[in-house]
C-alpha cells in the first residue's frame, strides 16, 4: 500500500494485504474488528452490530482466518462496508496498522476498534463517536469506572489488569487508566498521522501497539478520556482469547515492560524537524521616519 496522501512524511510500515470493498463510504467514522477464526462469536457481534443501526462504517481487519466466518454474502447482509485480510507478516498490530492506513486512505476522521471475538458490549459505541466529534483524540472503553461492567472476567484476569498492566501503564504515560488491556477504543485520525506517533512501523506486530499508543498519546498531550463500556467472559466456557500458556503470558509482559521503557518511541531520526515560524517579508521602499515622542506630546 502507498502512503496515504494525507500522512505527514514518516515511516510508513504496512503489512501486505487484499481489500474486498462492498459499499461505498457513508460516515466519517470507521469501526475497525480485527479477528482471526473468531467463528460464530464475530458472527453474533456483527448481528448485534446490525441492530445497533451506529453511523459508523464497518471494516474487518481480517488476520487470516481459515474457518469460513467472514464470506462475502454474510458480510454484506450485515452491513460491512470492507474485508481486509492481511497477507503480510504480524499479528494484532499489524492487523491495526493495515486498518489504520486504510482508514486514512480512504478519509475518515476517525477509527474505533474493538475486539471481534464478542466479549465487548456495542452499545457503546455512539458514546464513542460522540466522543470524537467532541473533539477527543484517544477514548480508552473501560470496564472498571463507574457505568462500565465486568462480567465473569478470569480472576487472573482481573488481578493482572488492576495490579500490574494497568499501573505501570499509568506510570509511563504520567495519567490515570484503569483498564489498559482493553481493545475497545477510539482515535482520531489527527492522533493516527501525528508523525510523532509514528504508529505505521514493523517494530509493532504482536499486541505491542495497544500499549504503546496509550502511553505516547498522553505523553504528546493529545486530548484523552475513558468511558464505561461492558465486558463479558462467558460463565461455563474457556476465555476467548489468543493468548494462551506461560509463553503467552511472557510474550505480553514483555511487550508491556518495552513499551513502559520508551524501547518503542521513535528515533530522531524519524521524527519531523522542529517548526519554525516564516520570517516576515522585508519590509519594501523608504523607512518611515523614527517617532518623536516629545514632538508628538504638543
Same mark, same amino acid.
Given at each position: ?65 481459515? %474457518? ?68 477527543? %483524540? ?40 484503569t483498564d489498559t488491556t482493553n481493545g475497545f477504543r477510539a482515535h482520531s485520525a489527527r492522533l493516527l498521522s501525528d508523525p510523532r506517533m509514528s504508529i505505521f512501523? %514493523?517494530?509493532f506486530s504482536d499486541y505491542n501497539l495497544h500499549y504503546y499508543m496509550s502511553i505516547r498519546a498522553a505523553r504528546l498531550k493529545f486530548k484523552s478520556k475513558e ?42 531520526? %524519524? ?28
Amino acid at each position: 500500500m502507498e502512503r496515504p496522501a494525507s500522512l505527514p512524511p514518516q515511516p510508513f510500515e504496512v503489512p501486505e494485504f487484499e481489500s474486498a470493498v462492498f459499499a461505498p463510504k457513508g460516515s466519517r467514522f470507521l469501526l475497525m474488528i480485527p479477528v482471526i477464526n473468531e467463528g460464530a462469536r464475530v458472527r453474533s457481534q456483527l448481528d448485534r452490530l446490525h441492530l445497533l443501526s451506529a453511523d459508523i462504517d464497518v471494516a474487518i481487519a481480517d488476520g487470516g482466518s481459515t %474457518d469460513g466466518s467472514l464470506d462475502e454474502a454474510f458480510l454484506r447482509a450485515k452491513g460491512v462496508r470492507t474485508l481486509l485480510t492481511k497477507t503480510g507478516p504480524g499479528r494484532l498490530s499489524a492487523q491495526m496498522r493495515m486498518g489504520f492506513a486504510w482508514a486514512l486512505e480512504e478519509g475518515y476522521e476517525g477509527v474505533v476498534t474493538i475486539d471481534g471475538n464478542g466479549k465487548d458490549g456495542v452499545e457503546a459505541i455512539p458514546e464513542m463517536i460522540r466522543s470524537l466529534e467532541d473533539g477527543f %483524540d484517544f477514548v480508552q472503553g473501560s470496564r472498571y469506572i463507574e457505568g462500565g461492567v465486568a462480567e465473569n472476567t478470569p480472576l487472573d484476569r482481573h488481578l493482572a489488569v488492576r495490579l500490574v498492566h494497568a499501573p505501570l501503564i499509568s506510570l509511563a504515560s504520567r495519567r490515570w487508566y484503569t483498564d489498559t488491556t482493553n481493545g475497545f477504543r477510539a482515535h482520531s485520525a489527527r492522533l493516527l498521522s501525528d508523525p510523532r506517533m509514528s504508529i505505521f512501523r %514493523d517494530v509493532f506486530s504482536d499486541y505491542n501497539l495497544h500499549y504503546y499508543m496509550s502511553i505516547r498519546a498522553a505523553r504528546l498531550k493529545f486530548k484523552s478520556k475513558e468511558i464505561p463500556v461492558r465486558r463479558s467472559y462467558p460463565a461455563d466456557a474457556p476465555p476467548p482469547s489468543k493468548i494462551s500458556g506461560w509463553a503467552g503470558k511472557k510474550r505480553v509482559l514483555d511487550q508491556l515492560f518495552a513499551a513502559v521503557l520508551g524501547s518503542y518511541d521513535p528515533s530522531p531520526q %524519524d521524527l519531523p524537524p522542529p517548526f519554525s515560524p516564516p520570517l516576515p517579508p522585508p519590509v519594501s521602499g523608504p523607512r518611515p521616519a523614527p517617532r518623536n515622542p516629545k514632538e508628538e506630546s504638543r
